[in-house]
């Protein structure tokens, strides 16, 4: 049985913002987090299969996230723990409008040391779709493990999924970043980008374009998130938007991730080639999909907030009714 999602990358601590005790320091929650090990988690949720490939410290950081990872029934087989390494922490605090600003504890981290020789190769291969981000970019040997796997991947046939996550305090200069993360787009045969990325990974802010730009270098679907507004799907057979769904937003940490996570799914269950998916069935995917990230601005944290299959399918029956 093929794994329907394997995803590589960073796993990490965010430590959310939770108020002040009675002294006026301020309080920070411990989430399990890290949007390659967000979308495991979406995946598995949403009636999925998942894999994670990745590094934590040999640390109370890293055993905490390899058991939320495994509680879930995430395969964990490949989640390596280097004592010569300290897990990544994310410090994250979380404006009046529900938007993040991140503080993170990476010099070097261990997730951006896991070498290609340390992946296993077998769980790449065996995979219905290999799913990257570009933070595994930012330093070696995290840089070439990424690529050799992803050229492993395609060699087997797998699909290769693409959500570049721009943060900018990670990477020397947004000129390296920018070099960097559009370095992947060929290989992708589907990829997500936020409406605060267009210009980064396609020089054009108009989301549709940059939607056309990116499908002319490779891959077969893209998706923009346009945040409240929904979404944007795009293939060659044209572009759709689906709006969005009204939610209270406790957080918007992980929206993306479980956005993506059940893009991927419905991918994964559609058993045809991404080229062959019709644009009316891609936009049932993209309605599926806000459905499930406005389920996960409702919660607090990016894991703990993902929705089930069920919940989602009951939201939307409601949304319908």
């Known amino acids: 049985m093929r794994t329907d999602v394997t995803a590589f990358g960073e796993i990490l601590i965010d430590f959310t913002f939770d108020g002040v005790n009675e002294g006026g320091a301020a309080l920070f929650a411990q989430h399990p987090g890290g949007a390659p090990a967000n979308v495991c988690v979406g995946v598995k949720r949403l009636g999925g299969t ?30 390596v723990q280097d004592g010569d390494f300290f897990t ?8 009046p409008d529900g938007e993040r600003e991140f503080s993170f504890s990476r010099k070097p981290g261990a997730d951006t040391q896991m070498t290609f020789e340390e992946m296993d190769t077998d769980l790449i291969a065996n995979s219905k ?14 840089r070439s493990a990424t690529l050799k796997a992803i050229e492993l991947a395609k060699d087997n046939g797998v699909i290769i999924s693409y959500d570049p996550n721009y943060r900018a305090s990670l990477w020397n200069s947004e000129e390296e970043a920018i070099k960097q993360m559009r370095s992947l787009v060929p290989y992708a045969d589907i990829m997500k980008i936020s409406d605060e990325e267009t210009t980064l990974l396609s020089g054009h802010e108009d989301p549709k374009e940059a939607a056309e730009i990116l499908l002319s270098q490779g891959p077969k679907v893209v998706a923009v998130t346009l945040g409240s507004h929904g979404a944007l799907v795009a293939s060659q057979e044209g572009t759709r938007v689906v709006d969005g769904f009204k939610s209270e937003v406790a957080d918007t940490n992980g929206a993306g991730d479980s956005f993506w996570a059940a893009m991927l799914t419905q991918a994964a269950h559609a058993d045809k080639p991404l080229e062959e998916i019709d644009l009316d069935t891609l936009e049932s995917f993209l309605r599926f999909a806000n459905a499930t990230a406005a389920l996960t601005v409702r919660k607090h944290g990016a894991i703990p907030a993902m929705p089930t299959k069920e919940e989602v399918d009951v939201f939307l029956a409601e949304v319908d009714a």
């Open 50 to 79: 998942s894999a994670f490939i990745g590094k934590t410290g040999e640390d109370m950081h890293g055993t905490m996230l390899k058991g939320v990872l495994d509680a879930e029934g995430i395969d964990v087989s490949n989640l």
């Open 88 to 95: 990544t922490l994310a410090f994250v605090s979380v404006g």
């Open 129 to 142: 779709i290999f799913h990257v981000g570009s933070l595994s970019l930012t330093d070696e040997p995290a």
